[in-house]
């Protein structure tokens, strides 16, 4: 069992910045961050590999967000610069045993979120 859990969220201007994290407990290999907005679904913004050596964006976040990870402290983080508010989102972080990839399907370990940029 992985448990999953994000901080980092709150207020954050039009295009400023924030920085999201994640920690896992356990073994933990490919991990992933996710958005959703009020009323749309899930979207795929970012994962990276189990070493840290492969990753993956989101064609509206690549060159904004930068995903990375700490091995050692079981950690990875989302950097979002140049943020673009559009509604009140949540973003959780997510494991997969076999992705880094958007198919949020075989993410198995899922944080409860938090809070991210300003909706106003």
């Known amino acids: 069992q992985v448990h999953v859990r994000e901080s980092g969220g709150g207020l954050v201007q039009a295009g400023g910045s924030l920085r999201l994290s994640c920690v896992a407990s356990g073994r933990t290999y490919h991990m992933g961050w996710f958005r959703q907005a009020s009323g749309k679904e899930r979207e795929f913004l970012a994962g990276i590999s189990a070493s840290g050596g492969q990753t993956s964006y989101a064609d509206s976040v690549k060159g904004r967000f930068t995903i990375s990870r700490d091995n050692a402290k079981n950690s990875v983080s989302l950097q979002m610069d140049s943020a673009q508010p559009d509604a009140a989102e949540v973003y959780s972080c997510?494991?997969?045993?076999?992705?880094?990839?958007?198919?949020?399907?075989?993410?198995?370990?899922w944080g409860q979120g938090v809070q991210g940029t300003d909706p106003s």
């Open positions: 997510a494991d997969s045993q076999v992705t880094w990839k958007r198919y949020q399907q075989l993410y198995a370990y």
